[in-house]
């Protein structure tokens, strides 16, 4: 199995990445502030003004170390990356199943099971954890919403049309995001969830979690480059130019567990606050510079804990997941899996 590496993050501004030996060393107006041995790394994600040496870029390169550049906000901007890995055959075939309406499907509905299954998980685990304190009225919409999403995940067992596929998703999310409100347990006006918002966030759940967003996508991306699949061509998300497509659907299924139950934990631990949001000129709303790294902390010690995989039948550390699904897509696009087995939490 994959041993998992850790991702760098630099959310220092005016931070000076170079390289040093085999170190990766950050200086601040001149003065060293951290060293790192870059055996220990797999990317670097660099966020808001960061500046990095050309020859540490080259050794990042080299050493297939990828470094992404995000806004202070946690927009993509741009991601450097040494040679691609893995075999024209298996990208080759991953166009072709693209293209092809009917494997196409496949693989959607097989991703969708897995989201929809872990959304309803988040809304279980609620009702498990806090039932008994909620209110009468939000119980009785997330039981609601719970079990439209069982009807949904029954509808996407049958179903083989890749429009009527992407429509079904369209409605999970709407149930899902309807009582997203619910799951929050602080009285904070400012910390009210009233609907998925983004390019740009306009409050500050939704800044949090299209920030977890983008760090996942990152990660999923890296996972798939991995084992030899194009980032860029995807099944559930359409092709277009600078959208990681691939990425975008493999997070699918990784965005309640992974980032929407670290946000909502963030928030109802107080870990997070209405002082920890800064709203901008043009009305977007945006996490302050130390409340980032109270979030990267948190997802770093997220993706270090382990859990059991349910078709690998397997512990492993969430952080690996990831990688372990990408190469089990690789495997199904190989032939060796009759389907894409999707990830399910329990």
């Known amino acids: 199995m994959r041993r998992q590496l850790n991702t760098l993050y630099v959310t220092t501004e005016g931070a000076w990445l170079k390289k040093d030996g085999a170190n990766i060393v950050m200086e601040v107006e001149g003065a060293e502030r951290a060293r790192l041995p870059a055996h220990m790394l797999e990317s670097m994600v660099c966020i808001g003004r960061v500046m990095v040496s050309p020859p540490l870029l080259g050794y990042c390169a080299e050493q297939g170390i990828c470094v992404s550049f995000l806004s202070p906000n946690g927009k993509f901007l741009a991601r450097m990356e040494g040679p691609v890995s893995g075999n024209?055959?298996?990208?080759?075939?991953?166009?072709?199943?693209?293209?092809?309406?009917?494997?196409?499907?496949?693989?959607?509905?097989?991703?969708?099971?897995?989201?929809?299954?872990?959304?309803?998980?988040?809304?279980?685990?609620?009702?498990?954890?806090?039932?008994?304190?909620?209110?009468?009225?939000?119980?009785?919409?997330?039981?609601?919403?719970?079990?439209?999403?069982?009807?949904?995940?029954?509808?996407?067992?049958?179903?083989?049309?890749?429009?009527?596929?992407?429509?079904?998703?369209?409605?999970?999310?709407?149930?899902?995001?309807?009582?997203?409100?619910?799951?929050?347990?602080?009285?904070?006006?400012?910390?009210?969830?009233?609907?998925?918002?983004?390019?740009?966030?306009?409050?500050?759940?939704?800044?949090?979690?299209?920030?977890?967003?983008?760090?996942?996508?990152?990660?999923?991306?890296?996972?798939?480059?991995?084992?030899?699949?194009?980032?860029?061509?995807?099944?559930?998300?359409?092709?277009?130019?600078?959208?990681?497509?691939?990425?975008?659907?493999?997070?699918?299924?990784?965005?309640?567990?992974?980032?929407?139950?670290?946000?909502?934990?963030?928030?109802?631990?107080?870990?997070l606050g209405e002082r920890d949001f800064v709203q901008l000129d043009n009305g977007a709303v945006s996490l302050k510079e130390e409340s980032r790294k109270t979030v990267l902390t948190a997802y770093q010690e997220r993706k270090r804990e382990e859990m059991r995989h349910a078709f690998l039948e397997e512990k492993l550390a969430v952080g690996l997941f990831p990688a372990v699904q990408a190469q089990l897509l690789a495997r199904h696009l190989r032939g060796d899996l009759e389907a894409y087995p999707p990830f399910l939490w329990k």
Do not use: W
Not at 129 to 139: A, K, L, N, R, S
Not at 211 to 216: E, K
Not at 226 to 245: K, T
């Open 88 to 271: 024209v055959l298996l990208r080759r075939e991953q166009y072709r199943r693209t293209d092809a309406l009917a494997g196409c499907a496949l693989v959607v509905r097989n991703l969708l099971i897995g989201k929809v299954h872990n959304q309803r998980a988040v809304l279980g685990r609620a009702l498990r954890d806090h039932g008994e304190g909620m209110p009468e009225v939000d119980q009785a919409a997330l039981v609601h919403a719970r079990e439209r999403l069982r009807r949904i995940s029954a509808r996407l067992l049958q179903e083989e049309q890749l429009d009527v596929l992407r429509g079904l998703e369209g409605e999970a999310a709407q149930a899902y995001f309807g009582v997203f409100d619910h799951l929050i347990r602080v009285p904070e006006p400012a910390l009210r969830f009233k609907g998925r918002s983004r390019r740009p966030p306009l409050d500050a759940v939704n800044a949090l979690l299209s920030f977890l967003y983008t760090l996942l996508t990152h990660d999923c991306r890296s996972a798939l480059e991995s084992v030899g699949l194009d980032p860029a061509v995807g099944f559930l998300h359409r092709d277009r130019p600078g959208r990681p497509s691939l990425a975008l659907d493999l997070l699918e299924e990784f965005r309640p567990v992974m980032a929407d139950r670290l946000a909502l934990s963030l928030i109802n631990r107080r870990q």
